[in-house]
């Protein structure tokens, strides 16, 4: 059975960091992702990486602040966030895509993480 347990999340002041954990069990894929949402907003790809070649994606909102890596004996992924501002306050979800996909469509992913709320204060 698949499970993606996040972990990590919390309250921080503007310009500080937090790091996300995302950590997988029941088997390996291809795609990892971050996204996130804010109530009554769509979700918004974050970032991800292609388990292969490592080959890094990151959306433009957080490009140069957020860094997502992954270890791969532990089978778990990581989303360092500096910088924060609040309007990366969020609900941030890890996601796990078993094909080739586009990595910044949230239907592309087959299996999510049940979310962990970022909360950054001004």
């Known amino acids: 059975q698949v499970h993606l347990v996040e972990s990590g999340g919390g309250l921080v002041q503007a310009g500080g960091s937090l790091r996300l954990s995302c950590a997988a069990s029941g088997r390996t894929f291809s795609y990892y992702g971050w996204f996130r949402q804010v109530p009554g907003k769509e979700r918004e790809f974050v970032a991800a990486?292609?388990?292969?070649?490592?080959?890094?994606y990151y959306g433009d909102s957080v490009k140069g602040r957020f860094t997502i890596s992954r270890d791969d004996a532990k089978n778990t992924v990581y989303l360092q966030m500096d910088n924060l501002k609040p309007e990366d306050t969020a609900v941030y979800s890890c996601a796990a895509a078993l094909g080739v996909i586009v990595v910044r469509l949230e239907h592309s992913y087959d299996y999510w993480g049940q979310g962990t709320q970022v909360t950054v204060s001004s």
């Open positions: 990486i292609a388990w292969s070649n490592g080959w890094l």
